[in-house]
């Protein structure tokens, strides 16, 4: 079993930046790979960025490549969103998950077994 907890949401103009932070609760976190999601009010929950146990590989979504970027630091249990030059459409709640799939399924959804309660993260104009 997994626990993951986020943290680092909150209110910031746009330009600005934020930095999310994901803890684990796992023996063993270096054997499963993390993602980032988002989910905005009236729309469904979408792929954010998503990195690979070694860290070693990632993937962003297109809306956020160049601003955003995950890394993780397996000796604390620890993934993180650094995002920067923040739009008004990035609002959302954002979550962090984890599985022991790879490949193109860390895009999928669905593909991820456990997940955090989400942080919100509001950008005003």
């Known amino acids: 079993q997994v626990q993951l907890v986020e943290s680092g949401g909150g209110l910031v103009q746009a330009g600005g930046s934020l930095r999310l932070s994901c803890t684990a609760s796992?023996?063993?976190?270096?054997?499963?790979?993390m993602g980032w999601f988002r989910q905005a009010p009236g729309k469904e929950r979408e792929f954010v960025a998503a990195?690979?146990?070694?860290?070693?590989?990632?993937i962003y979504a297109d809306s956020v490549k160049g601003r955003f970027t995950i890394s993780r630091d397996n000796t604390k249990n620890t993934v993180y969103l650094q995002m920067n030059s923040l739009k008004r459409e990035d609002t959302a709640v954002y979550y962090c998950?984890?599985?022991?799939?790879?490949?193109?399924?860390?895009?999928?959804?669905?593909?991820?077994?456990?997940w955090g309660q989400g942080t919100q993260v509001t950008v005003s104009s």
């Open positions: 796992v023996r063993t976190f270096s054997g499963y790979n």
């Open positions: 990195i690979t146990w070694t860290g070693g590989s990632t």
């Open positions: 998950a984890a599985t022991e799939r790879y490949g193109g399924w860390l895009l999928v959804l669905s593909a991820y077994e456990y």
